[in-house]
């Protein structure tokens, strides 16, 4: 149950939000268990285990958070800078996991079950730590953080979310326009079918009536996916360049990870729940009936609080300290690392998931 908590609370919370660093320097640790063990293709998996194995079961050994500031701590927090940093500090980190990336899978000589781990142990980081505060900075007025945010989504080649988060999602979310947010026994498999191409053509799309309406050439220095799809293209470049093939292909496995990742939180985050249609054809306001929340303390402080997503997209622009706990929220049983998995599971996840959905529409 929601609660306001003390302003020491969230003082200690404040060192709490560094828990993105667990995520952030475990792939360092894993080269290192490799060098010592002398057993590298084993180890390239600790970054996954780590993730999905710990994180869930500290997650419900710490267990829920569900204190919100007052007034008085709410404005405090609101005007702290290192909020805004710690979120900025992760474009240097992922530019630097991305080098060191490529150059251990080769230096390590990593097998090709050991390639694939690393890769995708770097893809989960650069799409829980990176796209997690590129989400969070593509949302804020200045255009340092903006620019920040587009940055990271760069780096896994989808910058499309940069414009078709902020101008689709968030306008027709918990709508049949929005394929972001998934329909009732809609598998996550084919979620992805649909929402992957989707999200591409809806980011270019919406970049280009932008432009359009505006009087400007959708195809001139203005459209801004074509200077990040250009940086992308030049991260491709620079790695095979610098490590060969090799690099290039961990560079596109990482990118691939990372985005498969995003999107299965959103899949998670709005699954079968739907904004009703009004009789004059609009829908009703996005409430915190529209996105599930999960309140556990360990996953949370890793992911900035994405995990409080009703209040984000109520306030899209509140910083994610700043974000509350709603009970009036539908409630996910684990956080998201576990609900990942999950979901990966369809008839288990249904098996779950659906009777939550019946019983919040039933008012229970």
């Not at 404040?14 to 667990?22: E, M, N, R, S, V």
């Not at 007052?70 to 530019?95: A, G, M, R």
């Not at 079950?113 to 730590?129: D, F, P, T, Y």
């Not at 709508?175 to 972001?180: A, L, Y």
Request: charged share 15%; net charge positive.
């Amino acid at each position: 149950m929601s609660k306001t908590a003390s302003p020491a609370y969230f003082h200690l919370k404040k060192l709490g939000y560094l828990a993105f660093l667990l995520l952030a320097l475990m792939p360092y640790l894993s080269a290192l268990l490799g060098q010592y063990s002398h057993a590298p293709n084993l180890s390239a998996y600790l970054t996954l285990s780590f993730s999905f194995i710990l994180v869930p079961l500290l997650d419900h050994v710490l267990g829920h958070d569900s204190g919100n500031p007052d007034k008085t701590t709410e404005k405090k927090l609101s005007t702290e800078f290192y909020y805004e940093f710690i979120t900025s500090l992760c474009v240097p980190l992922q530019y630097l996991m991305l080098v060191f990336g490529a150059y251990y899978m080769i230096a390590a000589n990593l097998n090709i079950w050991g390639m694939l781990g690393w890769s995708a142990s770097i893809g989960l980081v650069n799409s829980s730590v990176g796209i997690t505060a590129a989400h969070e900075l593509i949302h804020k007025n200045s255009f340092h953080e903006r620019l920040a945010g587009g940055l990271l989504l760069a780096s896994v080649c989808y910058s499309t979310f940069k414009v078709e988060h902020i101008r689709g999602h968030h306008v027709w979310v918990g709508t049949c326009r929005d394929r972001t947010t998934a329909k009732y026994n809609q598998s996550v498999y084919k979620f992805l079918l649909g929402v992957l191409p989707f999200n591409f053509l809806s980011g270019w799309k919406l970049e280009w009536e932008r432009l359009v309406r505006r009087g400007f050439n959708p195809l001139g220095w203005r459209n801004e996916l074509i200077w990040w799809h250009t940086l992308s293209l030049v991260l491709a470049v620079a790695l095979a360049l610098l490590f060969g093939w090799l690099g290039l292909a961990f560079f596109i496995v990482q990118s691939a990870v990372a985005i498969i990742v995003l999107e299965i939180i959103n899949y998670v985050e709005h699954y079968g729940l739907a904004r009703k249609q009004l009789a004059n054809g609009l829908y009703e306001p996005v409430s915190q009936e529209h996105s599930w929340n999960s309140d556990f303390l360990l996953s949370n402080l890793m992911l900035f609080h994405l995990q409080r997503h009703s209040d984000h997209h109520q306030q899209s622009k509140k910083r994610f300290q700043l974000l509350l706990h709603h009970d009036t929220s539908p409630q996910l049983p684990s956080g998201y690392p576990a609900m990942i998995l999950l979901a990966l599971c369809p008839p288990l996840w249904f098996r779950i998931i659906n009777p939550k959905i019946k019983n919040a529409a039933a008012g229970g």
